[in-house]
């Protein structure tokens, strides 16, 4: 079945920091890929996706590339922020809108 | 658009009591999936209804959960007998058909069994 596979956490960064986040995946067919961040306190919020190989998708300085050859999409930004602390989850869809996680990173980023 | 609620946002009760949860989706969003998420896990897929229609159930929903959606706008997930393993935030999203892929998730249900 699908399945996604995220770096493990807990990462820690100073501000202004580079970030990269691994994602890889295993699906049967051409999912689509998502990033969705969780803000302490708050609901799961769409971040950027990608619905087909060499997409990328970017918001808030997020950028994250559909790569079918490597079955990855990993999160990266050039500059964090305080407030981009938070628990960042890749996800996939394969059909029927039917999304499938990975286990979650928290990142904590400190002034 | 007032987003995806949820109600209770969190709920305390006894091994073996009956729960019953409520989502109501973003208006005209013709479909509305529920999902867990148990401490340090991301969310798993239990079940997703287009309208009123019930079109996919996961292995994870046993017979003690039930989930409906009667007039395809709000719906709801009951679960009988808690055990305390059913311990954990049950997430609601939905989305339109025409862009399956962008679900809208709700703030969550926790659930607690004691």
């Known amino acids: 079945g699908d399945s996604v596979t995220q770096m493990e956490g807990p990462v820690t960064l100073s501000e202004e920091a580079f970030l990269t986040i691994n994602c890889t995946y295993t699906?049967?067919?051409?999912?689509?890929l998502f990033w969705y961040v969780q803000y302490p306190g708050e609901g799961l919020q769409l971040l950027l996706k990608?619905?087909?190989?060499?997409d990328k998708g970017s918001n808030k300085g997020f950028e994250a590339t559909y790569r079918k050859e490597t079955t990855s999409f990993h999160l990266e930004k050039g500059s964090v922020q305080v407030s981009d602390s938070a628990v960042y989850f890749c996800?996939?869809?394969?059909?029927?809108?039917?999304?499938?996680f990975g286990d979650g990173t928290t990142l904590t980023v400190k002034p | 658009d007032t987003g995806v609620s949820q109600d209770p946002r969190h709920k305390i009760t006894k091994r073996g009591q009956n729960v019953t949860f409520r989502c109501d989706p973003i208006s005209e969003h013709n479909r509305l999936y529920w999902y867990r998420q148990t401490l340090g896990q991301g969310p798993e897929f239990l079940t997703y209804f287009q309208n009123e229609a019930q079109l996919e159930k996961s292995r994870l929903l046993s017979d003690r959960f039930s989930a409906e959606r009667p007039k395809g706008s709000f719906s709801t997930l009951e679960i009988q007998r808690t055990e305390q393993g059913d311990s954990a935030m049950y997430l609601c999203a939905s989305s339109l058909v025409m862009s399956t892929d962008t679900q809208y998730f709700g703030p969550g249900t926790r659930l607690t069994v004691l």
């Open positions: 699906a049967t067919g051409y999912p689509s």
């Open positions: 990608a619905t087909k190989a060499d």
């Open positions: 996800a996939l869809s394969e059909s029927a809108g039917k999304s499938t």
